[in-house]
């Protein structure tokens, strides 16, 4: 199957959503019920700040607790407007921040933050010139304005459609932003949204029923059981503790120095996709197959390459003394339910 796929459906019922290119699985979303979507918005209460940390505990609806990393000037019992950024770990409280978005397929509404910006992946001065009025004719409000590198092409009655819903939902949570008791304001986009949202450009949509089967999605999950990864020129193993996510690189038979290099770069190559099928975040190590100081630097631009496109925020920390790469990657989806890859492999 060529070109590139989406396909919406449901693991029993669970709602998710798969991203194919030339028939490969390349993205996956499964939703994680029970837990606090990101993006939900809330209306938390300050509960005790964290010493030390500058952070500050918060009361969430349903009895559950958030984290605020910058707590600084708030004082318990304090009503205060939070998104959540991330799934939280077993144990830990939600993770959230105070700095809330309204984002769509074409537009990011930014409160507090006034101003009218256009995604510079949108180069050609005539389509920015053509959005920038497109947006004073419908966009007249306290807030600041995004528009996505999607708009490129649109509709020109979908975006400002898009517009106007992001600004009316965001007036609508802002008024309710003050209060006595915690409250979910917004449930967070699903699946299914997000891969509207974030997916759809320049690929086929396959909503019927029983999709995953067709295409082959649950037997590529199943894939996903075991940890390692072919490269091709080498193998890979990924792997999760609970203190981190290590990764390990091979050749094979091949020990040369050229066997080497050729296998950490496929490996760059291939990391990315491997702990996005996986759900994996956190502290990550890499032991790379041993290379001289002199092909590090290739390595490493080859890494950042491999990241720059893809959705979650990873960042590299660099080599340690013992020759292992650091990155540190965003929790922003759930890890992968060990019971749902063993139920298709």
Known sequence: MKGRTIILDHIGEQEAAAYLVDGKLDDLLIDQP????PGAIYRAICDRPIKGQGGMMLRLPDGETGFLRHGKGLRPGQAL??????????????PVTDRVLFKSRYAIITPGKPGLNISRQIIE?????TLLALAHDVFDARHGLILRSSCDGADEAEIADDILAMADLADAVLADA?????????????????????????ASVVTEPGGFETHGVLDQIGGLSDPMVALGEGTMFVEATRALIAVDVNTGNDTSPAAALKANLAACRALPRALRLRGLGGQIAVDFVSISKAHRKQVEQSLRA???????????????TM???????KRERPALPTKLIRDFS
């Open 306 to 320: 491999a990241f720059r496109s893809d959705p979650i925020e990873t960042s590299l920390v660099g080599w340690t």
């Open 178 to 202: 003050t209060g006595s008791t915690p409250e979910a304001l917004t449930e967070g986009d699903g699946p299914h949204t997000l891969a509207w949202r974030d997916w759809t450009a320049s």
């Open 34 to 37: 029970g837990s606090a979507r």
């Open 81 to 94: 407007l939070v998104q959540v950024t991330g799934y939280a770990e077993d144990g830990k409280a939600v």
């Open 323 to 329: 020759g292992l790469f650091e990155l540190q990657r």
């Open 125 to 129: 001065e005539e389509t920015r010139d």
